[in-house]
């Protein structure tokens, strides 16, 4: 249905999109070293995926992890009230909670389900802790199917282009390659008065060659907000026309 009157457009938007949830799998060990918390998490297995709305119901979240995870734990038999584990919010690698100070000494604030749950709001590539219930874990958790990874063609695809060996002529293709981009014009912003951006072409040109030839590679490639080492090979000619 439409939202209600006098909603603001961006709140409707934001709990309309979907965002990426990353979901570990943890357990609880007892230590005898501790500060705050005589408990300490422990990952294993292999994360998992989810795509899910902004704004959720803490129900809808908990349905659509299940359904995600239902092939590690085949014999588990939905009852309503019971799940075979909590969703907790929790840092990328798991330890503690991703919403509470260290000095509390959290673990991961639990996700409340229920008819009084508040509205769950996850923000893109947030991680969510399984604590997976002890009894479910010693005794239909099925490890062997929980180890198998399912590798994506795209997977094979990603290796052979960062293993692949490069042409240098490719390299200075890349470099003088035109890019869009927005940015501040000033005579636009002289004709509207006031500050405007407008689409722009940037692009790098090699003016002139001098007698030595000195090429700096980037080691790295940037896309999507990450970054890894390049380690492809460059192969270059005995004569290069630039």
């Known amino acids: 249905g439409a939202p209600p009157e006098g909603t603001p457009?961006?709140?409707?938007?934001?709990?309309?999109?979907?965002?990426?949830v990353?979901?570990?799998?943890?357990?609880?060990?007892?230590?005898?070293?501790?500060?705050?918390?005589?408990?300490?998490?422990?990952?294993?297995?292999?994360?998992?995926?989810?795509?899910?709305?902004?704004?959720?119901?803490?129900?809808?979240?908990?349905?659509?992890?299940?359904?995600?995870?239902?092939?590690?734990?085949?014999?588990?038999e939905p009852v309503e009230g019971r799940r075979p584990f909590v969703l907790t919010a929790v840092k990328r690698d798991g330890s503690a909670c991703s919403q509470c100070s260290w000095r509390r000494g959290c673990l991961g604030c639990q996700v409340p389900v229920g008819e009084s749950a508040p509205v769950v709001r996850l923000r893109d590539e947030a991680t969510l802790g399984i604590n997976w219930d002890a009894d479910v874990l010693e005794k239909q958790y099925k490890v062997q199917i929980a180890a198998h990874v399912h590798?994506?063609?795209?997977?094979?695809?990603?290796?052979?282009?960062?293993?692949?060996?490069?042409?240098?002529?490719?390299?200075?293709?890349?470099?003088?390659?035109?890019?869009?981009?927005?940015?501040?014009?000033?005579?636009?912003?002289?004709?509207?008065?006031?500050?405007?951006?407008?689409?722009?072409?940037?692009?790098?040109?090699i003016w002139a060659c001098g007698p030595?030839?000195?090429l700096q590679l980037k080691r790295f490639h940037s896309a999507a907000g990450a970054s890894y080492k390049l380690h492809n090979l460059v192969t270059f000619p005995m004569a290069l026309d630039l």
């Open 9 to 20: 457009r961006s709140s409707v938007a934001e709990e309309a999109a979907e965002v990426t």
């Open 151 to 205: 590798l994506h063609e795209s997977v094979e695809l990603a290796r052979l282009e960062r293993t692949s060996p490069e042409r240098l002529t490719q390299c200075l293709d890349g470099l003088v390659k035109q890019e869009q981009l927005t940015a501040y014009c000033r005579e636009c912003t002289k004709v509207a008065g006031e500050y405007t951006e407008t689409a722009h072409t940037k692009a790098l040109r």
């Open 22 to 76: 990353y979901l570990v799998h943890r357990r609880l060990r007892k230590v005898q070293r501790y500060f705050l918390n005589p408990y300490r998490s422990e990952l294993f297995g292999t994360p998992a995926v989810l795509r899910v709305p902004a704004a959720c119901g803490a129900e809808e979240l908990y349905a659509a992890a299940f359904r995600v995870l239902w092939h590690v734990v085949p014999d588990f």
């Open 212 to 214: 030595l030839l000195v």
